[in-house]
């Protein structure tokens, strides 16, 4: 599998409603739902937490991540299409995305749906960590 495979099925969502908690491709996504959407299309084992609040903290999300068998941590210096991206807007990361390439795709309130946009300085400062599916060719 290549990270073109995870760019092609969060693709696949482009368009899909935002909300929170959501995890049907097409009907509900929320950012966390878009990896889980991701995982489930390519046939990748993962288990989902749900009962989050719409700002997760006291690191949720980074153990969840830690926690999942299928994903390692890499270096956010060396970046692949298909990696992805731990942000955060405040304090405490709660925000997922998918790296692809010039671009990031993830599931926003602010436009409302799952959406991808060009990753300027301003997205790239709010990356802290990245993860990588072993399945996933670098």
């Known amino acids: 599998m290549t990270g073109n495979d995870v760019v092609a099925a969060a693709r696949e969502c ?7 908690q959501g995890r049907i491709p097409g009907l509900a996504l929320d950012c966390a739902g878009l990896i889980v ?12 937490v749900d009962g989050y609040g719409r700002r997760p903290n006291r690191g949720l999300l980074e153990s969840t991540l830690a926690s999942q068998p ?10 692949v299409p298909g990696d992805i991206l731990l942000m955060r ?7 997922l995305a998918i790296f692809a390439g010039e671009t990031i795709i993830h599931s926003w309130s602010s ?10 300085a301003v997205w790239r400062s709010r990356i802290i960590a990245a993860y990588r599916f072993r399945e996933v060719q670098a």
Request: aromatic share 8%; with cysteine; hydrophobic share 35%.
């Open 37 to 48: 959407a991701v995982a489930q299309k390519l046939g990748i084992y993962h288990f989902d």
């Open 89 to 95: 807007f405040t304090k405490e990361p709660q925000h």
């Open 14 to 20: 482009l368009g899909t409603p935002f909300c929170h």
């Open 70 to 79: 299928e994903l390692i941590a890499v270096d956010c210096a060396r970046l």
């Open 111 to 120: 436009p409302g749906k799952v959406c991808e946009h060009r990753i300027d």
